[in-house]
């Protein structure tokens, strides 16, 4: 009877195990008890540790990570599975660092790619064919643009910093 037992849970277990999708963190974070800042910090995670993601919620990942389960934000974790390709869906449900509670404490939001991210990069063709299927002609952006009301522009050019004027690079 306790070898049944242990076969059924075992069997109920096991798809929550195929659903684990390995990562790496790409910055240090904290794990957190719950899907929010203001949780209970539970555990550190650290730059390049290898983690599996258990489920999403919101802005928020649900990892496993060294014997322990807990929340870190979705912007700390790297997906390394091929499942990683972008999706308009998956993106319309980031909204907000409580999703579902009713009270939005967070927005997440994309920022500028720093130059780390930048030598990390590495050629995705599933997300190139994600991004091709957003792409229109350009008489269609125009007929889309004037049925919005929106009106064409001439934008000038920024100006070329002076030599010496601690520009940097564009």
Known sequence: ??????????LLAWPAACLAEPATMSKADNLYDKPF???RVVGRLTAGQAVDI???EGAWYQLKAGGKLGWAR?????????AAAASAGSVAQVATGRA???????????RGLGEEVLQEAAFSEAAVAAAE?????????????RAQG????QIPPLPVPAAGAGGGAP
């Open 54 to 56: 258990q489920k999403r």
């Open 1 to 10: 009877m306790k070898r049944i037992r242990t076969m059924v849970v075992a």
């Open 133 to 145: 299927r957003f792409r229109v002609d350009a008489a269609d952006a125009e007929r889309l643009a």
């Open 100 to 110: 579902g509670t009713g009270r939005i404490v967070a927005t997440t939001g994309v």
């Open 37 to 39: 800042a203001d949780a």
């Open 150 to 153: 929106l009106a064409p522009r």
């Open 74 to 82: 979705m912007l700390s974790v790297r997906r390394t599975a091929p």
